[in-house]
């Protein structure tokens, strides 16, 4: 069972950046995706979450508007697409799966997987 996060990289302010969260070993079917991030000296804080039965989403405050959260059951893939993104976003991102979504910080012990992480960094 694996998930694993790629799209990080370097971007100015206002750029875009789509992240990508491939899960092997298991289906998405009946599971919740969420992205959740953690920035040098600070708590991990939940960004989105999918629940891929039904589609339907969260999406923290910080990020609305600018963040949107997706599927495709067929690459069993979950992806992040960020716009207008600020220095503030620059941080690792992580992609974890449970069966309910939750963006509670810390994360919830109902994430099972976890992603070893994919940085990114906001800045001129």
């Known amino acids: 069972v694996q998930l694993v996060e790629s799209g990080g990289g370097w971007v100015q302010p206002g750029g875009s950046l789509r992240l990508s969260c491939a899960a092997s070993?298991?289906?998405?079917?009946?599971?919740?995706i969420a992205w959740f991030r953690q920035a040098p000296g600070k708590e991990r804080e939940g960004v989105s979450c999918i629940s891929i039965g039904d589609g339907s989403t969260v999406v923290s405050a910080t990020v609305k508007g600018r963040f949107t959260i997706s599927s495709d059951s067929a690459k069993n893939t979950v992806y992040l697409q960020m716009s207008s993104l600020k220095p503030e976003d620059t941080a690792v991102y992580y992609c974890?799966?449970?069966?309910?979504?939750?963006?509670?910080?810390?994360?919830?012990?109902?994430?099972?997987?976890w992603g070893q992480g994919t940085q990114v960094t906001v800045s001129a």
């Open positions: 070993g298991f289906s998405l079917n009946n599971h919740a």
């Open positions: 974890a799966a449970s069966y309910v979504c939750s963006l509670l910080s810390p994360p919830s012990n109902e994430y099972r997987y």
